[in-house]
């Protein structure tokens, strides 16, 4: 195979972008980006048969090893596959969804060339191209939260830039220690010097901004509320993931040898554990069906940094193959609530209820999303939780810090318990209970199903979610996830007790006597009445929404503090982060003025001296002879003594 | 052959911005445009040779060596600063057509500006150090008259300000040349090339540079001189004249001589982001986009200031991208301000709507100076913090990733505070053509140098080449 099929996932989408961006003709945009980010999808296919690709061509080779280098590897190649996948999802999902709003073409043009940029940050094999697409990416959420509103796409951009920068000086320190900006010529260098460590934390700055962990993650909640629901689906719940994730993983196998239960494996993991935990909390309180989430889409980061930040290959393992998972259900989660949205014109929750019965392919594919998020088995989150558990209880071995096993594990599983609550919550609230009493004006007043194109994306990813659950080994993680992965033990030696085929065997028998009981009940041995509630009649009063279901965490006296601040945004990172900047500035300004006051004292002097001199001539003719006699008698003086 | 053209390209606008003052005022205007024109293409006409590796020695009168001469010369480094300057002079003039027509003192407004225009173009030739003095000297006057003028007040006093403050810099300058001449008994800079000279003389040209330049400590003239004077003229002071400190810079201490004092770097990086935090602060639009453009010029000094290669290159690069981004940032602040009479950020917002393009143009350029890829930007700035990086400096190169950073803060909140939020300003509507699609115009050129960056670097290659022999 000719390497030059690297270049067309690239250029394909971008010159299909300019195409939308200038064909101004209607249902042309839409057609066109379904048929290239298919093809794109299919080209990534092909990529992902052959073993490995190199395309290299000179670039900028007056600077010394920057060539415009792209490789396929097993890695990148089955990112690439996952990536254009949702890609071509997202864009068949929103030729329904999106149509009739405002500046289409230019949503559909960020919305190709995302997906070419994209392909070209995990293609690239030279540092310098993969900063010109990962930096375009940057550009292009901009884009792409600008069309929810400019506030917000303005915090976005500054948040995913400055660490973009942060990301450079990295890259830049990198060459330093390695010498190339080739990434496959990089061997894992030891992190020991002070320069290789803050190259790791610059590096990991730039990955853990676009994967979205805390505190970088503040923009993504703010975007779920204004931003365009499939540009939530793309970019922070699947893309995003995809690309950080891809990047954390190789700085921690491929640029740097990251040991285990080291200064900065500890750091990872902390970052992990806190995003998990601190992000399902605010979870729990949401009120909104795409802000709650947006708030999961932040707390499965801390599942994967905290696999890949142990070091051991089966929580590395663990915490990609998590990524790909989280990707799967936390866009068809998204997409699920975006069907709600199309119908009902709202994602309150407290306007929503009993959508189950009406919307029956949304409510499955949703149910069993928010299962596989939750890490109930045999759902694929669970098998990549069970890995990233197997890897830290494997900490345990090294002793010293390595005793802090207990608290990650804890933190990882109370996390899973707290976003099965949550997603209870979410689920009675939305599609279970009865409808809601005050439905918004605009709503259908009989929603119903959401048409093929909106379904088929849904159910595609539901289906994945229970395949890759199943079928854990033999499928993703022989295929995809081991070979990426240096150093694995066979996997009889982590998989342990779980079986999932024994265990999928045993669940679906037990879903076979649960149906049986089921049919047997329908023979109608007993009769059915409305339950008995003191003679009142049913009043939509007293459904029980499930809005309310955790104010008695919110509560806590601990706890309601720290929620109070948040909700007031005092603890967005991002906020701090400009105070301090703006401290900064201010402190700097005054030293720009003071240099402005030396200056302006000096010409005042100038100005006083010369007054100073006129004064002096006064113009009376006594006084300057006076001044010349002084002036001779000194002169004499000097020459004669 | 070459000869003529590298002697048409700088007399042409030196005796051809006399006739602005006999010329009627409609043809006035056209004339200096064809007039920087006719420079541009006759430089166009020497990039052939110089691409070949060519340097060509001109020398008018009788001897080449000694206290003065006309003697010139074009390398690599010359025809860039040189094609620069008479490029962005033919945008900022072809803008000025219109914006210029509501005022008084157009007959010295373009006088003064193909003549300054010309004088630019002739000390990227200057081969003798005298010669460049009276350049710069032509320059720095014309710039004064140009400061002042709308004649107000206020304007007059800035205007005086920027002239006393960089006449400053460039008296010590001289000094400097005398100290040379004495030592050397020569100021032709092919002779002297090479040969050891005194420290002081050397400190004493670096503040001529400083001054000029408008880096600490010398940086306060600029953001005065810009709030009182016409966006074309801040736009040419900017991209051109406050570029001659960086011309001299190459030419004197990486071409002439070698000098490699590490507190250039930090005196340009503190300067860089003393002129970024200002930027974050003030109110003024264009005030914002001077602190900016002292903030940058940092930038192009720690590229060169490093007496390397890549950072050569990088300053080279750097100086084109800027050039081209802050004359765009200037020339639709200009449109803004004249637009709506108004130059406060607190008071403007909302205008995307009523100038779609103006702010596509502006953002473009605000882009590219914030060094986001696809935008050329990027490529200078990376470039420069590699340099750095490569030679070791890393608390410099953390410093300039600061100031990276709060560039892309203050260029936000330009473009925001102007373009975006609620409009509660009055605007006349007439619509200006021609400015608008100026700014536009070099938006697109930003994008361009990023996207073929690989094919543009040939001539700075050669440029660097020539130095580093």
């Given at each position: ?641 | ?230 966006s074309p003229v801040c736009a040419l002071s900017s991209a051109l004249i406050a570029k001659i400190g960086v011309f001299a810079f190459v030419r004197i201490f990486l071409f002439t001589f070698t000098v490699s004092w590490d507190w250039i770097l930090w005196l340009a ?201």
């Amino acid at each position: 195979m000719s390497s030059h099929i690297l270049l067309y996932p690239l250029f394909l989408p971008l010159i299909a972008g300019i195409a939308c961006l200038l064909i101004p003709r209607k249902g042309i945009k839409e057609g066109l980006s379904i048929v290239v980010s298919l093809t794109a999808f299919i080209l990534a296919l092909i990529i992902f048969t052959a073993k490995e690709l190199v395309f290299t061509r000179p670039w900028l080779s007056i600077l010394g090893g920057i060539n415009f280098s792209l490789r396929s590897y097993h890695f990148s190649s089955f990112i690439l596959v996952f990536l254009t996948l949702f890609g071509f999802l997202i864009c068949l999902y929103s030729a329904k969804f999106m149509s009739g709003r405002k500046r289409l073409r230019e949503y559909y043009a960020y919305l190709l060339w995302t997906i070419g940029a994209s392909s070209g940050a995990i293609l690239a094999n030279n540092f310098i191209l993969f900063l010109v697409f990962w930096g375009a990416l940057a550009l292009l959420l901009y884009g792409l939260l600008s069309l929810g509103s400019y506030r917000l796409a303005t915090k976005g951009i500054f948040i995913i830039g400055a660490a973009d920068f942060a990301f450079i000086l990295g890259v830049l320190f990198l060459y330093k220690l390695s010498g190339t900006f080739q990434m496959n010529q990089l061997g894992p260098i030891s992190l020991t010097s002070p320069l290789s460590i803050s190259a790791f934390i610059l590096l990991m700055i730039g990955a853990m901004a676009k994967a979205g962990t805390m505190p970088f993650h503040t923009w993504i909640p703010d975007a779920a509320e204004e931003a365009p629901l499939p540009v939530m689906a793309l970019l922070p719940a699947s893309l995003d993931k995809l690309l950080g994730i891809y990047l954390l993983s190789r700085i921690c196998l491929d640029f740097f040898r990251l040991i285990p239960n080291s200064g900065l494996s500890i750091l990872l993991m902390i970052i992990g554990s806190f995003t998990i935990i601190a992000a399902v909390m605010m979870a729990l309180i949401q009120h909104n069906l795409k802000r709650l989430l947006s708030y999961h889409a932040v707390s499965q980061v801390g599942y994967m940094v905290l696999g890949i930040g142990t070091g051991i290959p089966v929580a590395v393992a663990g915490g990609i193959f998590h990524m790909l998972n989280n990707a799967i259900y936390k866009s068809s989660l998204f997409l699920g609530g975006g069907a709600v949205e199309h119908r009902m014109k709202t994602t309150d929750l407290d306007r929503l209820g009993g959508l189950a019965k009406l919307m029956p392919v949304t409510f499955i594919t949703f149910f069993i999303a928010a299962l596989s998020i939750s890490g109930v088995p045999p759902f694929n989150g669970f098998f990549s939780k069970w890995m990233i558990y197997q890897g830290v209880v494997e900490l345990g071995k090294f002793g010293g810090t390595g005793n802090l096993w207990i608290l990650w594990l804890l933190a990882a599983m109370f996390g899973s318990a707290l976003t099965l609550a949550s997603f209870m919550k979410l689920v009675h609230a939305t599609f279970l209970g009865t409808s809601s009493s005050s439905p918004p004006k605009n709503a259908y007043s009989s929603p119903k199903e959401v048409g093929l194109s909106m379904t088929i994306p849904m159910v595609i990813l539901a289906s994945l979610c229970i395949g890759f659950g199943i079928f854990a080994y033999r499928l993703p993680l022989r295929l995809f996830i081991l070979a990426s992965v240096p150093g694995i033990p066979s996997p009889a030696e982590w998989m342990g007790w779980w079986q999932p085929g024994l265990a999928t065997g045993l669940i679906i028998v037990g879903i076979i006597i649960g149906a049986i009981i089921y049919l047997l009940s329908k023979v109608r041995l007993f009769r059915e009445s409305t339950s008995y509630i003191g003679g009142e009649e049913v009043s939509p009063e007293m459904k029980v929404s499930g809005v309310d279901f955790y104010d008695t965490v919110r509560n806590f006296s601990g706890l309601s503090k720290i929620y109070e601040a948040a909700e007031k945004k005092k603890l967005d990172f991002y906020d701090w982060g400009m105070v301090v900047c703006k401290a900064v500035a201010y402190i700097l300004q005054v030293l720009d003025r003071a240099v402005d006051y030396i200056w302006r004292g000096l010409a005042y002097l100038a100005v006083l001296g010369g007054k100073g001199a006129s004064f002096l001539h006064s113009g009376i003719l006594h006084t300057y002879l006076a001044w010349c006699l002084i002036g001779l008698i000194l002169l004499l003086l000097i020459f004669l003594l | 052959m070459s000869s003529w053209y590298l002697m048409l390209s700088i007399f042409v606008p030196l005796l051809g911005s006399l006739f602005c003052l006999v010329f009627p005022g409609k043809i006035r205007g056209v004339w200096s445009v064809i007039v920087v024109s006719l420079s541009f293409v006759f430089l166009l006409f020497l990039l052939p040779s110089i691409m070949l590796g060519e340097v060509i020695r001109v020398n008018l009168g009788v001897s080449a060596t000694g206290f003065f001469s006309f003697s010139f010369l074009a390398d690599g480094i010359s025809l860039i600063f040189a094609l620069v300057f008479s490029f962005i002079g033919i945008i900022i003039l072809l803008y000025s057509l219109t914006y210029i027509k509501p005022y008084h003192n157009q007959k010295e407004y373009y006088f003064i500006t193909t003549l300054m225009i010309g004088s630019l173009v002739g000390i990227s030739f200057s081969a003798n150090l005298m010669l460049l003095y009276i350049f710069w000297e032509v320059a720095a006057l014309s710039a004064w008259r140009l400061y002042g003028f709308f004649r107000g007040k206020k304007e007059v006093i800035f205007a005086n300000k920027a002239f006393l403050l960089t006449f400053l810099g460039s008296s010590f300058m001289l000094l400097g040349f005398i100290l040379i001449y004495q030592a050397r008994a020569t100021l032709d800079l092919v002779v002297l090339r090479g040969q050891p000279v005194s420290n002081l003389a050397l400190f004493f040209i670096l503040l001529g540079i400083i001054a000029k330049s408008a880096t600490l400590p010398i940086q306060v003239w600029m953001p005065d001189a810009y709030s009182g004077a016409p966006s074309p003229v801040c736009a040419l002071s900017s991209a051109l004249i406050a570029k001659i400190g960086v011309f001299a810079f190459v030419r004197i201490f990486l071409f002439t001589f070698t000098v490699s004092w590490d507190w250039i770097l930090w005196l340009a990086v503190i300067s860089s982001l003393l002129g970024a935090a200002a930027a974050l602060r003030e109110k003024n639009i264009k005030r914002i986009i001077a602190y900016s453009t002292i903030s940058q010029i940092g930038f192009i000094l720690l590229g060169l200031a490093l007496v390397g290669k890549i950072g050569l290159l990088a300053g080279l690069l750097y100086f084109v991208i800027h050039a081209v981004g802050k004359t765009g940032l200037f020339l639709g602040a200009g449109i803004v301000e004249q637009r709506c009479k108004e130059g406060n950020l607190d008071k403007l917002g909302g205008l995307a709507k009523a100038m779609p393009v103006t702010a596509a143009g502006f953002l473009f350029c605000s882009l590219s100076i914030m060094g986001f890829p696809p935008f050329g930007g990027f490529y200078a700035k990376l470039m420069v913090i590699l340099a750095i990086v490569k030679e070791g400096h890393f608390w410099i190169a953390g410093l300039a990733i600061f100031t990276a950073i709060l560039t892309m803060l203050y260029l936000f909140r330009l473009f925001n505070g102007i373009f975006l939020g609620q409009r509660e300003i009055s605007f006349s509507s007439k619509g200006r053509g021609s400015m608008v699609a100026c700014v536009l115009f070099l938006g697109i050129v930003s994008l361009a140098i990023g996207l073929f960056i690989g094919q543009l670097l040939g001539l700075p290659n050669i440029a660097v080449a020539q130095i580093f022999r």
